[in-house]
Protein backbone atom coordinates (compact mmCIF):
# COMPACT_ATOMS: atom_id res chain seq x y z
CA UNK A 1 0.00 0.00 0.00
CA UNK A 2 1.20 3.38 -1.03
CA UNK A 3 2.10 5.69 1.95
CA UNK A 4 0.71 8.82 0.85
CA UNK A 5 -2.17 9.85 2.21
CA UNK A 6 -5.37 11.50 0.47
CA UNK A 7 -8.08 12.22 3.29
CA UNK A 8 -10.94 12.36 2.08
CA UNK A 9 -14.16 14.26 3.48
CA UNK A 10 -17.56 13.16 1.39
CA UNK A 11 -20.22 15.46 1.56
CA UNK A 12 -23.96 13.11 0.93
CA UNK A 13 -24.18 9.71 1.56
CA UNK A 14 -26.59 9.02 -0.95
CA UNK A 15 -26.19 7.50 -4.48
CA UNK A 16 -22.95 8.84 -5.67
CA UNK A 17 -21.65 8.98 -2.08
CA UNK A 18 -22.02 5.34 -2.13
CA UNK A 19 -20.13 5.13 -5.52
CA UNK A 20 -17.18 7.49 -4.67
CA UNK A 21 -16.83 5.74 -1.79
CA UNK A 22 -16.57 2.64 -3.13
CA UNK A 23 -14.01 3.52 -5.64
CA UNK A 24 -12.10 5.37 -3.11
CA UNK A 25 -12.02 1.56 -0.98
CA UNK A 26 -11.32 0.13 -4.26
CA UNK A 27 -8.45 1.61 -6.43
CA UNK A 28 -5.63 1.21 -4.83
CA UNK A 29 -6.36 -2.90 -5.06
CA UNK A 30 -6.38 -2.81 -8.79
CA UNK A 31 -3.59 0.44 -9.86
CA UNK A 32 -0.07 0.82 -8.72
CA UNK A 33 -0.29 4.19 -7.70
CA UNK A 34 1.63 6.66 -5.20
CA UNK A 35 -1.49 8.00 -3.25
CA UNK A 36 -3.81 6.18 -1.26
CA UNK A 37 -7.44 7.66 -0.37
CA UNK A 38 -8.62 7.24 3.08
CA UNK A 39 -11.93 7.68 4.23
CA UNK A 40 -11.27 10.47 7.19
CA UNK A 41 -14.62 11.97 7.54
CA UNK A 42 -18.19 11.87 6.05
CA UNK A 43 -20.69 14.28 6.36
CA UNK A 44 -24.62 13.89 6.75
CA UNK A 45 -27.39 16.39 8.63
CA UNK A 46 -29.00 13.23 10.02
CA UNK A 47 -26.40 11.67 12.49
CA UNK A 48 -28.33 8.41 13.10
CA UNK A 49 -27.84 7.70 9.16
CA UNK A 50 -24.91 9.17 9.08
CA UNK A 51 -23.06 7.13 11.52
CA UNK A 52 -24.56 3.98 9.72
CA UNK A 53 -23.02 5.02 6.70
CA UNK A 54 -19.87 5.96 8.24
CA UNK A 55 -19.98 2.31 9.69
CA UNK A 56 -20.57 0.34 6.53
CA UNK A 57 -17.59 1.97 4.29
CA UNK A 58 -15.37 2.41 7.22
CA UNK A 59 -15.55 6.27 7.25
CA UNK A 60 -12.96 6.88 10.77
CA UNK A 61 -15.50 10.18 11.87
CA UNK A 62 -18.81 12.04 10.90
CA UNK A 63 -19.36 15.59 10.72
CA UNK A 64 -23.50 16.80 10.36
CA UNK A 65 -22.40 20.54 9.21
CA UNK A 66 -20.42 20.84 5.83
CA UNK A 67 -19.18 24.02 7.37
CA UNK A 68 -16.93 22.09 10.14
CA UNK A 69 -15.87 19.45 8.01
CA UNK A 70 -14.30 21.98 5.44
CA UNK A 71 -12.59 23.38 8.34
CA UNK A 72 -10.97 20.36 9.66
CA UNK A 73 -7.10 20.61 9.26
CA UNK A 74 -7.39 16.45 9.13
CA UNK A 75 -8.74 16.74 5.19
CA UNK A 76 -7.18 17.13 1.99
CA UNK A 77 -10.01 17.08 -0.16
CA UNK A 78 -13.71 17.48 -0.22
CA UNK A 79 -15.62 15.60 -2.05
CA UNK A 80 -19.46 17.20 -3.13
CA UNK A 81 -22.06 14.73 -3.50
CA UNK A 82 -25.32 17.08 -2.36
CA UNK A 83 -28.05 18.35 -4.60
CA UNK A 84 -26.94 20.71 -6.96
CA UNK A 85 -27.62 23.74 -5.49
CA UNK A 86 -25.31 23.51 -2.76
CA UNK A 87 -22.19 22.68 -4.81
CA UNK A 88 -21.06 26.48 -5.27
CA UNK A 89 -20.97 27.49 -1.85
CA UNK A 90 -19.53 24.73 -0.54
CA UNK A 91 -16.46 25.04 -2.72
CA UNK A 92 -16.07 28.29 -2.60
CA UNK A 93 -15.74 27.56 0.89
CA UNK A 94 -13.23 24.71 0.63
CA UNK A 95 -11.10 26.43 -2.18
CA UNK A 96 -11.09 29.03 0.54
CA UNK A 97 -9.74 26.56 3.08
CA UNK A 98 -7.23 25.26 1.21
CA UNK A 99 -8.87 21.65 0.37
CA UNK A 100 -8.66 19.72 -3.38
CA UNK A 101 -12.34 19.29 -4.41
CA UNK A 102 -14.23 16.91 -6.22
CA UNK A 103 -17.67 17.95 -7.32
CA UNK A 104 -21.02 15.67 -8.74
CA UNK A 105 -21.85 17.06 -12.37
CA UNK A 106 -23.20 19.01 -13.27
CA UNK A 107 -20.88 21.80 -11.53
CA UNK A 108 -23.39 23.80 -10.76
CA UNK A 109 -27.15 25.30 -11.32
CA UNK A 110 -26.03 27.99 -13.77
CA UNK A 111 -22.90 29.26 -15.29
CA UNK A 112 -22.51 32.43 -12.80
CA UNK A 113 -22.22 29.97 -9.84
CA UNK A 114 -19.91 27.48 -11.88
CA UNK A 115 -17.86 30.76 -12.95
CA UNK A 116 -17.77 31.47 -9.00
CA UNK A 117 -16.55 28.24 -8.34
CA UNK A 118 -13.83 28.19 -11.27
CA UNK A 119 -12.66 31.31 -10.01
CA UNK A 120 -12.48 30.21 -6.22
CA UNK A 121 -10.54 26.89 -6.90
CA UNK A 122 -8.07 28.75 -9.62
CA UNK A 123 -7.70 31.85 -6.77
CA UNK A 124 -7.32 29.56 -4.07
CA UNK A 125 -4.52 27.06 -6.41
CA UNK A 126 -6.39 24.15 -5.46
CA UNK A 127 -7.24 20.80 -7.62
CA UNK A 128 -10.43 20.00 -8.80
CA UNK A 129 -12.50 17.45 -10.54
CA UNK A 130 -15.75 17.10 -11.86
CA UNK A 131 -17.79 13.83 -11.90
CA UNK A 132 -18.39 13.18 -15.32
CA UNK A 133 -17.68 9.64 -14.70
CA UNK A 134 -18.69 7.88 -18.16
CA UNK A 135 -15.73 9.30 -19.70
CA UNK A 136 -13.77 6.51 -17.77
CA UNK A 137 -16.46 3.98 -19.58
CA UNK A 138 -13.26 2.12 -21.36
CA UNK A 139 -15.51 1.63 -24.52
CA UNK A 140 -16.13 5.38 -24.58
CA UNK A 141 -12.11 6.26 -23.55
CA UNK A 142 -11.84 3.85 -26.75
CA UNK A 143 -14.41 6.00 -28.74
CA UNK A 144 -12.65 9.52 -27.92
CA UNK A 145 -9.38 7.61 -28.69
CA UNK A 146 -10.83 6.05 -32.26
CA UNK A 147 -11.88 9.49 -32.89
CA UNK A 148 -9.06 11.65 -32.14
CA UNK A 149 -6.45 9.38 -34.08
CA UNK A 150 -8.25 10.52 -37.07
CA UNK A 151 -9.78 6.86 -37.85
CA UNK A 152 -13.28 7.90 -38.56
CA UNK A 153 -12.23 10.94 -40.73
CA UNK A 154 -14.02 14.20 -40.70
CA UNK A 155 -16.89 14.34 -38.60
CA UNK A 156 -20.67 14.50 -39.70
CA UNK A 157 -23.01 13.44 -37.40
CA UNK A 158 -23.24 13.70 -33.88
CA UNK A 159 -26.03 11.93 -31.56
CA UNK A 160 -26.76 11.34 -28.31
CA UNK A 161 -29.71 10.22 -26.12
CA UNK A 162 -30.22 10.36 -22.55
CA UNK A 163 -34.09 8.25 -21.67
CA UNK A 164 -35.58 7.59 -18.87
CA UNK A 165 -39.36 6.36 -17.27
CA UNK A 166 -39.28 7.29 -13.53
CA UNK A 167 -41.45 10.33 -13.15
CA UNK A 168 -44.35 9.91 -15.42
CA UNK A 169 -46.76 9.25 -12.53
CA UNK A 170 -48.86 12.70 -11.73
CA UNK A 171 -48.57 11.08 -7.79
CA UNK A 172 -44.94 11.27 -7.79
CA UNK A 173 -44.15 14.48 -5.41
CA UNK A 174 -41.52 16.40 -5.56
CA UNK A 175 -38.52 18.08 -3.23
CA UNK A 176 -36.46 16.77 -0.36
CA UNK A 177 -34.93 13.23 -0.05
CA UNK A 178 -34.47 11.51 -3.50
CA UNK A 179 -37.10 13.41 -5.36
CA UNK A 180 -34.49 17.02 -5.16
CA UNK A 181 -34.11 16.44 -9.29
CA UNK A 182 -38.18 17.26 -9.10
CA UNK A 183 -37.71 20.75 -7.71
CA UNK A 184 -36.17 23.66 -9.45
CA UNK A 185 -35.05 25.11 -6.64
CA UNK A 186 -32.67 21.92 -5.94
CA UNK A 187 -31.97 20.77 -9.43
CA UNK A 188 -31.49 24.07 -11.34
CA UNK A 189 -33.10 22.31 -14.00
CA UNK A 190 -34.70 18.79 -15.15
CA UNK A 191 -33.12 16.89 -17.84
CA UNK A 192 -30.99 19.24 -19.07
CA UNK A 193 -28.58 19.46 -16.23
CA UNK A 194 -28.94 16.29 -14.89
CA UNK A 195 -29.21 13.71 -17.91
CA UNK A 196 -28.44 15.92 -20.90
CA UNK A 197 -25.18 17.16 -19.31
CA UNK A 198 -23.26 13.52 -19.53
CA UNK A 199 -24.21 13.62 -22.85
CA UNK A 200 -23.26 17.53 -23.37
CA UNK A 201 -19.69 16.91 -21.60
CA UNK A 202 -18.93 13.42 -23.57
CA UNK A 203 -19.32 14.98 -26.71
CA UNK A 204 -17.34 18.22 -25.69
CA UNK A 205 -14.86 15.72 -24.71
CA UNK A 206 -15.06 13.80 -28.05
CA UNK A 207 -16.27 16.00 -30.74
CA UNK A 208 -14.97 19.62 -29.54
CA UNK A 209 -16.63 22.80 -28.56
CA UNK A 210 -20.26 23.53 -29.85
CA UNK A 211 -21.25 26.34 -31.28
CA UNK A 212 -24.94 27.07 -30.73
CA UNK A 213 -27.85 25.34 -30.51
CA UNK A 214 -31.94 24.87 -31.20
CA UNK A 215 -34.15 23.16 -28.58
CA UNK A 216 -37.60 22.63 -26.88
CA UNK A 217 -37.74 21.02 -23.93
CA UNK A 218 -41.47 20.14 -22.16
CA UNK A 219 -42.67 19.63 -18.84
CA UNK A 220 -45.32 17.63 -19.03
CA UNK A 221 -47.05 17.68 -15.26
CA UNK A 222 -47.37 21.69 -14.20
CA UNK A 223 -47.87 20.97 -10.72
CA UNK A 224 -46.89 18.27 -8.02
CA UNK A 225 -47.05 17.98 -4.27
CA UNK A 226 -43.98 19.39 -2.71
CA UNK A 227 -42.08 17.09 0.22
CA UNK A 228 -40.77 20.00 1.82
CA UNK A 229 -44.19 22.52 2.02
CA UNK A 230 -46.65 19.72 1.77
CA UNK A 231 -48.68 22.26 -1.11
CA UNK A 232 -48.93 21.46 -4.68
CA UNK A 233 -46.97 23.56 -6.63
CA UNK A 234 -45.58 24.17 -10.11
CA UNK A 235 -43.30 21.78 -11.20
CA UNK A 236 -40.35 24.57 -12.89
CA UNK A 237 -38.11 21.60 -14.30
CA UNK A 238 -37.87 20.53 -17.90
CA UNK A 239 -39.20 16.82 -18.37
CA UNK A 240 -37.79 16.67 -21.39
CA UNK A 241 -35.56 18.55 -23.99
CA UNK A 242 -34.20 18.05 -27.38
CA UNK A 243 -31.89 20.17 -29.44
CA UNK A 244 -29.97 20.48 -32.20
CA UNK A 245 -26.31 22.14 -32.10
CA UNK A 246 -23.59 22.70 -34.44
CA UNK A 247 -20.14 22.05 -33.87
CA UNK A 248 -17.07 24.23 -34.22
CA UNK A 249 -15.35 21.41 -36.52
CA UNK A 250 -18.60 21.74 -38.50
CA UNK A 251 -20.33 18.56 -37.84
CA UNK A 252 -24.72 18.30 -36.80
CA UNK A 253 -25.30 17.35 -33.32
CA UNK A 254 -28.77 15.70 -32.45
CA UNK A 255 -29.48 15.19 -28.43
CA UNK A 256 -32.59 14.12 -26.29
CA UNK A 257 -33.29 13.36 -23.20
CA UNK A 258 -36.53 12.61 -21.08
CA UNK A 259 -37.94 11.11 -18.18
CA UNK A 260 -41.14 9.90 -20.02
CA UNK A 261 -39.68 7.52 -22.29
CA UNK A 262 -41.63 4.31 -20.93
CA UNK A 263 -39.47 1.20 -20.59
CA UNK A 264 -36.29 3.10 -20.83
CA UNK A 265 -34.43 2.85 -16.97
CA UNK A 266 -31.13 4.99 -17.80
CA UNK A 267 -30.32 4.44 -21.98
CA UNK A 268 -27.51 6.79 -22.41
CA UNK A 269 -26.81 6.16 -26.28
CA UNK A 270 -24.65 8.20 -28.95
CA UNK A 271 -23.43 7.70 -32.33
CA UNK A 272 -20.68 9.23 -34.29
CA UNK A 273 -20.45 9.36 -38.32
CA UNK A 274 -17.57 10.22 -39.88
CA UNK A 275 -16.19 9.90 -43.80
CA UNK A 276 -14.87 6.55 -43.27
CA UNK A 277 -16.31 5.19 -40.46
CA UNK A 278 -19.04 5.44 -37.59
CA UNK A 279 -19.04 4.10 -34.14
CA UNK A 280 -21.97 3.56 -31.32
CA UNK A 281 -22.27 3.12 -27.73
CA UNK A 282 -24.92 2.08 -25.29
CA UNK A 283 -24.62 2.58 -21.18
CA UNK A 284 -26.63 -0.75 -20.82
CA UNK A 285 -24.50 -2.74 -22.91
CA UNK A 286 -21.31 -0.68 -21.74
CA UNK A 287 -18.49 -2.55 -22.39
CA UNK A 288 -19.32 -2.90 -25.98
CA UNK A 289 -18.70 -0.01 -28.97
CA UNK A 290 -19.85 -0.68 -32.34
CA UNK A 291 -17.68 -0.15 -34.95
CA UNK A 292 -18.32 0.29 -39.20
CA UNK A 293 -15.15 0.83 -41.28
CA UNK A 294 -15.88 1.69 -44.98
CA UNK A 295 -12.46 1.03 -45.91
CA UNK A 296 -13.47 -2.62 -44.91
CA UNK A 297 -13.52 -5.06 -47.91
CA UNK A 298 -17.09 -5.04 -49.08
CA UNK A 299 -17.43 -8.71 -48.42
CA UNK A 300 -17.16 -8.98 -45.20
CA UNK A 301 -18.27 -4.96 -44.31
CA UNK A 302 -20.46 -4.70 -41.68
CA UNK A 303 -20.84 -3.32 -38.33
CA UNK A 304 -18.55 -5.20 -35.73
CA UNK A 305 -19.08 -5.36 -31.91
CA UNK A 306 -16.46 -4.48 -30.12
CA UNK A 307 -15.88 -6.55 -27.00
CA UNK A 308 -14.00 -3.41 -25.03
CA UNK A 309 -11.80 -6.36 -22.58
CA UNK A 310 -8.92 -6.58 -23.75
CA UNK A 311 -6.09 -6.61 -21.23
CA UNK A 312 -3.25 -6.77 -23.14
CA UNK A 313 -3.40 -3.23 -23.60
CA UNK A 314 -4.92 -2.04 -26.18
CA UNK A 315 -8.37 -1.26 -24.50
CA UNK A 316 -8.49 1.50 -22.05
CA UNK A 317 -8.28 0.69 -18.10
CA UNK A 318 -8.79 -3.16 -18.93
CA UNK A 319 -4.93 -4.46 -18.09
CA UNK A 320 -5.95 -2.83 -14.44
CA UNK A 321 -8.77 -5.69 -14.14
CA UNK A 322 -9.66 -9.72 -15.07
CA UNK A 323 -8.59 -11.80 -17.96
CA UNK A 324 -9.55 -11.35 -21.65
CA UNK A 325 -13.72 -11.62 -22.14
CA UNK A 326 -14.38 -10.59 -18.94
CA UNK A 327 -16.62 -7.39 -17.71
CA UNK A 328 -16.15 -4.54 -15.59
CA UNK A 329 -19.50 -2.69 -15.19
CA UNK A 330 -20.72 1.13 -13.81
CA UNK A 331 -18.74 1.43 -10.81
CA UNK A 332 -15.44 1.19 -12.53
CA UNK A 333 -15.89 4.53 -14.36
CA UNK A 334 -15.39 5.82 -11.10
CA UNK A 335 -12.69 3.50 -9.55
CA UNK A 336 -11.22 4.92 -13.21
CA UNK A 337 -11.63 8.31 -12.34
CA UNK A 338 -10.16 8.27 -9.07
CA UNK A 339 -7.06 6.23 -10.53
CA UNK A 340 -6.32 8.88 -13.28
CA UNK A 341 -6.78 11.53 -10.38
CA UNK A 342 -4.16 10.34 -7.87
CA UNK A 343 -1.96 9.68 -10.88
CA UNK A 344 -1.94 12.90 -11.68
CA UNK A 345 -1.59 14.20 -8.34
CA UNK A 346 1.74 12.36 -8.02
CA UNK A 347 2.76 13.83 -12.10
CA UNK A 348 1.83 17.12 -10.77
CA UNK A 349 -0.73 17.00 -14.10
CA UNK A 350 -4.01 17.84 -13.71
CA UNK A 351 -7.10 15.23 -14.30
CA UNK A 352 -10.24 16.10 -16.26
CA UNK A 353 -12.62 17.30 -16.75
CA UNK A 354 -11.75 20.57 -14.55
CA UNK A 355 -14.00 23.01 -12.86
CA UNK A 356 -13.11 25.48 -16.11
CA UNK A 357 -14.16 22.53 -18.34
CA UNK A 358 -16.89 21.47 -16.88
CA UNK A 359 -18.06 24.89 -17.12
CA UNK A 360 -18.22 24.73 -20.31
CA UNK A 361 -20.79 21.95 -20.34
CA UNK A 362 -23.15 24.44 -18.21
CA UNK A 363 -22.44 26.80 -20.92
CA UNK A 364 -24.12 24.97 -23.64
CA UNK A 365 -26.85 23.38 -21.09
CA UNK A 366 -27.45 27.14 -19.72
CA UNK A 367 -27.82 28.20 -23.75
CA UNK A 368 -30.54 24.72 -24.73
CA UNK A 369 -32.39 25.80 -21.62
CA UNK A 370 -32.48 29.80 -22.56
CA UNK A 371 -33.03 28.72 -26.51
CA UNK A 372 -35.94 26.52 -25.61
CA UNK A 373 -37.70 29.22 -23.67
CA UNK A 374 -36.86 32.23 -26.51
CA UNK A 375 -37.79 29.36 -29.12
CA UNK A 376 -34.51 30.52 -31.57
CA UNK A 377 -31.12 29.68 -32.09
CA UNK A 378 -28.49 30.33 -29.27
CA UNK A 379 -24.73 31.41 -29.33
CA UNK A 380 -22.84 29.01 -26.74
N1 LIG B 1 -21.94 11.19 -12.07
C1 LIG B 1 -23.13 10.62 -12.14
O1 LIG B 1 -23.40 9.76 -12.95
C2 LIG B 1 -24.21 11.05 -11.16
C3 LIG B 1 -25.27 10.18 -10.87
C4 LIG B 1 -26.21 10.59 -9.91
C5 LIG B 1 -26.11 11.83 -9.30
N2 LIG B 1 -25.09 12.66 -9.65
C6 LIG B 1 -24.95 13.97 -8.99
O2 LIG B 1 -24.54 13.74 -7.64
C7 LIG B 1 -25.13 14.70 -6.75
C8 LIG B 1 -25.91 13.95 -5.67
O3 LIG B 1 -26.86 13.11 -6.31
P1 LIG B 1 -27.32 11.71 -5.65
O4 LIG B 1 -28.01 10.93 -6.72
O5 LIG B 1 -26.20 11.09 -4.92
O6 LIG B 1 -28.41 12.26 -4.64
P2 LIG B 1 -29.03 11.53 -3.38
O7 LIG B 1 -30.35 12.17 -3.17
O8 LIG B 1 -28.94 10.04 -3.49
O9 LIG B 1 -28.02 11.96 -2.20
C9 LIG B 1 -27.88 13.31 -1.82
C10 LIG B 1 -27.23 13.37 -0.47
O10 LIG B 1 -27.04 14.73 -0.12
C11 LIG B 1 -27.40 14.87 1.25
N3 LIG B 1 -27.66 16.29 1.54
C12 LIG B 1 -28.64 17.07 1.04
N4 LIG B 1 -28.53 18.32 1.56
C13 LIG B 1 -27.45 18.31 2.38
C14 LIG B 1 -26.81 19.29 3.22
N5 LIG B 1 -27.26 20.54 3.30
N6 LIG B 1 -25.68 18.92 3.90
C15 LIG B 1 -25.21 17.67 3.83
N7 LIG B 1 -25.78 16.70 3.08
C16 LIG B 1 -26.88 17.03 2.38
C17 LIG B 1 -28.60 13.95 1.40
O11 LIG B 1 -28.87 13.66 2.76
C18 LIG B 1 -28.06 12.73 0.65
O12 LIG B 1 -27.22 11.95 1.45
C19 LIG B 1 -26.00 15.60 -7.63
O13 LIG B 1 -25.27 16.75 -7.97
C20 LIG B 1 -26.24 14.75 -8.88
O14 LIG B 1 -26.49 15.51 -10.03
C21 LIG B 1 -24.15 12.29 -10.55
Known sequence: MPSQELRIGLIGYGFMGRAHSNAYCQVNHFFDLAYRPVLQAACGRDAAAIHKFADQWGYRSVETDWRKLVERSDIDAIDICVPNNLHAEIAEVAAARGKMIFCEKPLAVDVHQGERMCQAVERAGVRNMVWYNYRRVPAVTLAKHLVASGRLG???????????????????????????????????????????????????????????????????????????????????????????????????????????????????????????????????????????????????????????????????????????????????????????????????????????????????????????????????
Open 154 to 380: KIYHYRANFLQDWTISEDLPQGGTGLWRLDIAAAGSGVTGDLLAHCIDTALWINGPIADVSAMTETFIKQRKHNLTGRVEPVGIDDACAFLCHFANGSLGLFESTRYARGHKALYTFEINGQHASIRWDLHNLHRLEYFDHRDESAVRGWRDVHVTDAGGDHPYMNHWWVPGLQIGYEHSFIHQVADFLESLADNREAGPTFREALETQKVCEAVLRSAAQRQWVNV
